[in-house]
């Protein structure tokens, strides 16, 4: 089973340039169309937030009529710059998860749960007790099979001081976590990383659009590249999950692919 995730498409109303700069539109076109004509066959994708810049209905409309292009279904979770209401409104969630809410679609072959840290007029993250407790009562039904946690923002210090703003409710978010064998899988920081919090593993997602500048400083965290989109694939197979990082091939300076047999 092949599951792809893809983060931060931050559209604007009317085709806008996301931060004046990249062509988001475009850039999601370009991810759809190859994962329509690559090799890669998908069973369902899941979009982990700031799919707009401006939280326009516009963006949203936009993300729907691209992603409905691929034949499996597409789940959402908001980010920061996301407006739930005009997400509830679009039907990409659904309208009781207004605020932080958590909720699983359970499938054959994998668990999914899809939690919501953003909160209106904030960019940092948040879980409440309530969003922890529906968290916790999911994760107490002991799956049996590879379980995914799908949320925007990061529950770990990256390195990139700009975007490591508090988190509210990580600690416990993170003594929860840390006691089960789940795959948790954000996006918000712009850049794929992997990590570990106990048994779960904790990777984020790189991004269909902005590239995060690879900046350690205190100034890091800040800057971003116009570059090809970037998403990942969690591949479940009978004995584990592998993650692939991928970039979709656009600019000129990229060529192949070619074969290593030569
Ligand atoms: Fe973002
Ligand atoms: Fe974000």
Redesign the pocket.
């Known amino acids: 089973m092949n599951i792809v995730q893809i983060t ?1 498409l931050h559209l604007c109303q009317n085709g806008e340039k996301a931060f004046h700069r990249a062509d988001a539109t475009q850039a999601l076109k370009n991810s759809v169309n190859y994962l329509l004509h690559s090799a890669i066959s998908i069973d369902l994708v899941v979009v982990s ?2 799919i707009s810049t401006d939280g326009s209905m516009d963006a949203y409309e936009t993300a729907l009529h691209e992603l409905k292009r691929l034949p499996c279904p597409v789940y959402y979770v908001p ?3 996301d407006c739930c209401k005009r997400m509830e409104q679009a039907g990409m969630i659904p309208v009781s998860s207004n605020g932080t809410a958590c909720r699983e679609i359970d499938l054959p072959e994998v668990s999914i749960i899809l939690m919501n840290t ?1 909160m209106a007029g904030e ?1 940092r993250g948040f879980v409440n007790k309530e969003t922890l407790e529906q968290l916790r009562e999911i994760l107490n039904k002991e799956a049996g099979k590879p379980t995914f946690l799908f949320m ?2 990061v529950p770990f210090v990256t390195g990139f001081t700009v975007m490591d703003e508090p988190f509210s409710g990580v600690e416990e978010f993170n003594a929860l976590i840390s006691k089960k064998e789940i795959n948790v899988c954000c ?4 850049a794929g990383m992997v990590t570990h919090t106990g048994l779960a593993t904790v990777i984020t997602c790189p991004p269909i659009c902005m590239e995060m500048e690879l900046d350690f400083t205190p100034a890091g965290g800040d800057m971003f590249y116009v570059s090809e989109p970037q998403f990942a694939i969690h591949c479940v197979n009978e004995k584990q999950v592998v993650t692939h990082f991928a970039v979709v091939p656009t600019a000129e300076s990229r060529r192949g692919p070619y074969p290593f047999s030569v």
Do not use: R
Request: proline residues 0%.
């Open positions: 931060d937030g700031d980010g920061n710059h953003a960019s925007h923002h996006g918000h920081i712009h």
